[in-house]
T-cell receptor
Framework: EAQVTQNPRYLITVTGKKLTVTCSQNMNHEYMSWYRQDPGLGLRQIYYSMNVEVTDKGDVPEGYKVSRKEKRNFPLILESPSPNQTSLYFC???????????????FGPGTRLTVT | AQSVTQLDSHVSVSEGTPVLLRCNYSSSYSPSLFWYVQHPNKGLQLLLKYTSAATLVKGINGFEAEFKKSETSFHLTKPSAHMSDAAEYFCVVSDQIAGFQKLVFGTGTRLLVSP
């Protein structure tokens, strides 16, 4: 079954304690992305990756890091989490978008993070 | 830059009555537009997408949307609501930046369906 998986699904942590949220897709997609969802704000892009070793900032990258060492995996790293990073996080993947061509993004189930 | 506005944060309907979720967009190009649905504690699922092939787009679960360039709208409709339609719906426009796709999300419309 084609899917995007994220782990953990729920996480409660304390300020400053480094954490990683994993994301993996089995569709051989080159494009992957991380979003955060906050009430009344919709989804905002944190980082995206066009291919292995190619990553770039989205709209709200501050306080986050990513890496793309393999095509299937795109972990999100919070080096020093703060309470304003409490949110619902989604990983997504798609075929490589191109000029004038847009593809459906497939979303993971989400990770609900609480930072106290 | 492109943007999308969902005109209602909440819409309430009775089961069996029509559904209308409104979306307006701004775009400098010929946009790609999507509607995604998010059920409670679930990820986002694509309902339908417009990519300039036809202005009336049919999606899953009986939903459809009509692209109206003159009104810059992409409203989502369904003739008869079902209890299982209760969810949050996101209108999304695809922004092309230097040849790369960037999705711009609306703030969402929560659909409530009463018996």
């Amino acid at each position: 079954e084609a899917q995007v998986t994220q782990n953990p699904r729920y996480l409660i942590t304390v300020t400053g304690k480094k954490l990683t949220v994993t994301c993996s897709q089995n569709m051989n997609h080159e494009y992957m992305s991380w979003y955060r969802q906050d009430p009344g704000l919709g989804l905002r892009q944190i980082y995206y990756s066009m291919n292995v070793e190619v990553t770039d900032k989205g709209d709200v990258p501050e306080g986050y890091k990513v890496s793309r060492k393999e095509k299937r995996n795109f972990p999100l790293i919070l080096e020093s989490p703060s309470p304003n990073q409490t949110s619902l996080y989604f990983c997504a993947s798609s075929q490589t978008p191109g000029q004038g061509v847009s593809y459906e993004q497939y979303f993971g189930p989400g990770t609900r993070l609480t930072v106290t | 830059a492109q943007s999308v506005t969902q005109l209602d944060s909440h819409v309430s309907v009775s089961e069996g009555t029509p559904v209308l979720l409104r979306c307006n967009y701004s775009s400098s190009y010929s946009p790609s537009l999507f509607w995604y649905v998010q059920h409670p504690n679930k990820g986002l699922q694509l309902l339908l997408k417009y990519t300039s092939a036809a202005t009336l787009v049919k999606g899953i679960n009986g939903f459809e949307a009509e692209f109206k360039k003159s009104e810059t709208s992409f409203h989502l409709t369904k003739p008869s609501a079902h209890m299982s339609d209760a969810a949050e719906y996101f209108c999304v426009v695809s922004d092309q930046i230097a040849g790369f796709q960037k999705l711009v999300f609306g703030t969402g419309t929560r659909l409530l369906v009463s018996p």
